[in-house]
């Protein structure tokens, strides 16, 4: 949506409104006022409904840029209009400080993280102090002070005890660049998701959050956030958690005592299932691999770790392995099937083996193919067999060679009496399989919350009691914090080096620090009692509040922030910690800045640097056209909007308070009748789109009523009513107080100019008068052979009767007829006359 063309040139605008001047001059009356500080006892004692507005809160990686501008100005929005409908809202900000960015900044120029870490900090609070955003700036919050993460080390510590973190060796995804483990959400398309490098594998002991525990619920209480979360955001939830029904299935392997289990969705098709395949990197492959074939195995394994998972699970990648000179015995046939190693398996899905089943999956088909496996039809698709065209079937249709399923056609059945088959036999049991993983928390850097365990020689893993909480990071800098493949912590001696706080023997801390999602998974929480010193949030505050009623943010974080904090709030509920479930009550995810069609970027030369727009057009300016451009979950491209036309739409608006000449507190029930009309419509519409974050279109009425509002004050004698009319100054009050939700400095000067006092921020939602709304008089479009000949002002409740006289006897009807028969006269009163001559 772009600007109207109907804003005045320049030089209809008199030079007049200083906008540097005047955000300077609010600044200060908003610190000496204090006006957006949350009041608890308020909410507490039910004298106003509470309501806790959230936006993402940023990393410090440097000043603003345009994506902070446009979640921020959609956010305060939100707060700023449930401020003005009678809600205490809870606005915080704070800073999720701790991670690489910083400390590789620190690593160029030999100093401590923290001291970039917070420079930014206090650049970009000054900056978001200019932007005039409604930030309750006495909740304020970093996530690298101890104060903080002492309580993220003391739930690490309450998630240990009740078994959900926990140390394993596994293969992991390693940044050879940052020298890090990362997550499987971390690893966009192969690569590092901050910086880009391919991702390799590496066998390490980590730390892990049991989040598959709570696979079940985190999927089925999607549905309670299914209507108010963007429909994007739960697939993209429900697509990683990835439940799926299935089987268990039990192969007898050649030489290991225990059998084999293999996790699959087709347990009907297990005639079909000619040879096992292992990931070559899961442990099982080294188990039961056979002595003449270690060699190759452990040579096709190096070649694996290069790969990262997307390559490995692409479907048009050539398909490699090594035969491990084992058989396993088919459970529902008793055939002996080769079992392979290769790497388009995946260690950590299911239990690291599948049975393959080639003639209805294409990636067991192309194995097969490539190593002159057998293939066998067990479902005909009434397509041409796979075991001759080396195209896999999927479809349903009639089982084959399949045993007691043979001539069966209905699938559900198949997979229940397969999986009753399998029980009876004690080979196999149905069960339910999640794609989700536990969560991989450890980093091997430095800038991150320390895991508060001691390794001792003798007790094992040690909890740092709680009253040694925090564990703080030493002071290292420089060299100090180059990564060595190996957390630098490792080598702070003075650091690592502890008492067994069960023994008292010699023993180390744990090196790692963790992944910093955790931070960020319950800093809303804290929100709420930044400066409670028994426990991570007060439990009062938590009541008083509740959940977060309306969450901003980016929808690059549907899957990886969502998840993990949906995850804290559930075992925090089983804690008895909070009452409720789901973190955030509803999501509102906004799209991206971009500029002539691209990302923004230096090496483009598209790049649009906040700062100087702000200083170009103003704060208000910038902030109306991000909310103005397009709804709020669409992308702007900076080329195709005007801040410049923002800025003079503002000027015009501004000149509306100046004109006004009617006294504060004047009776606006004698005013002119049309505009307030056009007055109350706009309030009346602008809550139910503000309601469902129609922002833009909020910001077009705005516009409509302004210039209906300079015709009322301008056109005295051409039917306006003239600047001392009280609708003028109602429609004037209006417009400052919806223009405040974007442009809050104009707004501000706009209502001080109309002779009130402190903000307008503490303004009341303006009331609407119902028999405003209801229309005197409605156009009726009278066409003759479906073209339009007239148009007749007439009441609402005409009578079809009525308005068909009324057409008839229109003179510019009667000449438009000229005479000829009129044959049928169609009417839908009150609005259509159609007339057939």
């Known amino acids: 949506m772009s600007t109207p063309s109907n804003t005045p040139s320049d030089a209809e605008v008199p030079n007049a409104y200083d906008a540097a001047a005047i955000e300077q001059k609010w600044q200060q009356v908003w610190d000496d006022l204090d006006p957006f500080r949350a009041d608890d006892a308020a909410v507490a004692s039910g004298e106003k409904q509470g309501r806790y507005a959230l936006t993402m809160f940023p990393y410090p990686s440097g000043d603003l840029h345009m994506g902070h501008a446009e979640v921020f100005a959609l956010h305060d929005v939100i707060a700023r209009y449930w401020r003005f409908r009678g809600f205490e809202v809870m606005n915080p900000m704070g800073w999720d400080s701790f991670g690489l960015p910083a400390e590789n900044a620190a690593i160029r120029n030999n100093e401590h993280p923290a001291t970039y870490t917070y420079a930014n900090i206090e650049t970009q609070a000054d900056s978001m102090k200019k932007y005039g955003l409604s930030f309750d700036w006495t909740r304020r919050l970093h996530t690298s002070d101890p104060e ?9 510590l309450k998630f240990r005890e009740r078994g959900l973190a926990y140390r394993k060796k596994s293969p992991v995804n390693w940044c050879p660049n940052d020298q890090t483990v990362l997550a499987n959400e971390q690893v966009v398309d192969g ?3 901050r910086c880009g490098a391919v991702v390799t594998k590496r066998d390490l002991t980590q730390w892990y959050f049991k989040i598959t525990d709570y696979a079940e619920r985190l999927l089925a209480d999607l549905d309670t956030v299914a209507d108010s979360w963007p429909n994007r955001v739960v697939t993209a939830q429900r697509n990683w958690i990835g439940r799926s029904e299935g089987a268990h299935v039990d192969f007898a392997v050649e030489g290991r005592d225990e059998p084999v289990t293999v996790y699959t969705t087709r347990p009907d098709t297990l005639y079909g299932a000619t040879f096992m395949v292992v990931a070559a990197d899961a442990d099982l492959a080294g188990e039961i691999v056979s002595d003449a ?10 070649e694996t770790r290069k790969a990262s998972d997307i390559d490995r699970l692409a479907t048009d990648r050539p398909k490699t392995g090594v035969d491990l000179g084992v058989t396993a015995t088919n459970p529902v046939n008793g055939e002996q099937m080769p079992v392979w190693a290769a790497d388009y398996v995946l260690a950590d899905y299911g239990t690291g083996a599948i049975m393959a089943v080639p003639a209805h999956d294409q990636r067991d088909l192309d194995f097969a193919k490539a190593f002159d496996l057998p293939v066998r039809r067990v479902v005909d698709t009434g397509e041409d067999n796979p075991e001759e065209t080396y195209v896999a079937t999927t479809g349903d249709g009639t089982y084959v060679s399949s045993g007691p399923l043979d001539g069966k056609t209905d ?5 229940a009496s397969m999986i009753e088959v399998l029980a009876e036999r004690g080979t196999g049991t149905g069960t339910v399989n999640y794609r989700l993983r536990d969560w991989l928390l450890s980093r091997q850097r430095f800038w991150g919350c320390p895991i508060p365990v001691i390794h001792c020689p003798s007790c094992g893993e040690v909890d740092v009691p709680l009253d040694q909480l925090p564990v703080e990071l030493p002071e290292l800098k420089g060299a100090d914090l180059k990564p060595k493949g190996t957390s630098p912590l490792a080598a702070a001696e003075d650091w690592v080096n502890v008492d067994c706080p069960s ?4 023993a180390k801390r744990d090196s790692d620090t963790m992944d910093t999602f955790v931070d960020s998974s319950w800093y809303f929480l804290r929100f709420t009692s930044p400066g409670y010193t028994e426990g991570p949030f007060d439990p009062e505050k938590i009541a008083t509040w509740g959940n977060v009623d309306q969450y901003v943010g980016g929808l690059e974080h549907a899957v990886l922030h969502l998840l993990y904090a949906r995850f804290f709030t559930k075992v925090l509920h089983d804690m008895g910690m909070v009452d409720f479930v789901e973190p955030f009550q509803r999501l509102l995810g906004q799209g991206v800045v971009v500029n002539e069609g691209k990302k923004m970027s230096k090496s483009l030369g598209n790049g649009v640097n906040l700062g100087e727009q702000l200083t170009a057009f103003g704060v208000d300016a910038v902030r109306l056209t991000l909310v103005f451009a397009s709804p709020p979950e669409d992308n702007i491209d900076w ?3 005007s801040p410049a036309g923002s800025q003079k739409f503002l000027q015009r608006a501004w000149r509306l308070s100046g004109d006004v000449t009617s006294e504060p507190g004047v009776s606006f029930a004698d005013g002119d009748v049309a505009l307030r009309r056009v007055t109350h419509r706009t309030v009346h519409e602008a809550e139910s789109l503000l309601d469902g974050h129609r922002f833009n279109v909020v910001v077009a009425k705005v516009m409509e009523l302004v210039n209906a509002t ?3 004050i301008d056109g005295v004698g051409k039917g306006g009513c003239g600047p001392a009319d009280p609708a003028v100054r109602e429609a004037t ?16 000067e706009m209502w001080e100019r109309l002779g009130h006092s402190a903000t307008v921020a503490d303004a009341a939602w303006p009331v609407v008068d119902p028999a405003l709304l209801v229309e005197d008089t409605v156009t009726a479009v009278v066409q003759i052979q479906g073209k339009v000949k007239a148009r007749l002002e007439v009441a609402p409740d005409i009578s079809a009767a009525d308005l068909e006289a009324l057409a008839l006897a229109d003179e510019t009807v009667i000449g438009a007829i000229a005479g000829r028969e009129v044959r049928k006269v169609i009417v839908r009163e009150p609005k259509l006359v159609n007339v057939v001559v």
């Open 191 to 193: 690569a590092c998701e």
């Open 503 to 506: 023994c008292g023997g010699a």
């Open 411 to 415: 699938k559900v059945a198949g997979i």
């Open 710 to 712: 300079r015709k009322a």
């Open 148 to 156: 903080y993460y002492r309580w993220t080390q003391w739930l690490f």
């Open 733 to 748: 009050e209006v417009v400052a107080v919806l223009l405040s939700l974007v442009a809050p400095y104009v707004a501000e």
């Open 639 to 641: 080329a195709d909007v």
């Open 293 to 302: 074939q270690r060699a190759a195995l452990e040579a096709y394994r190096e």
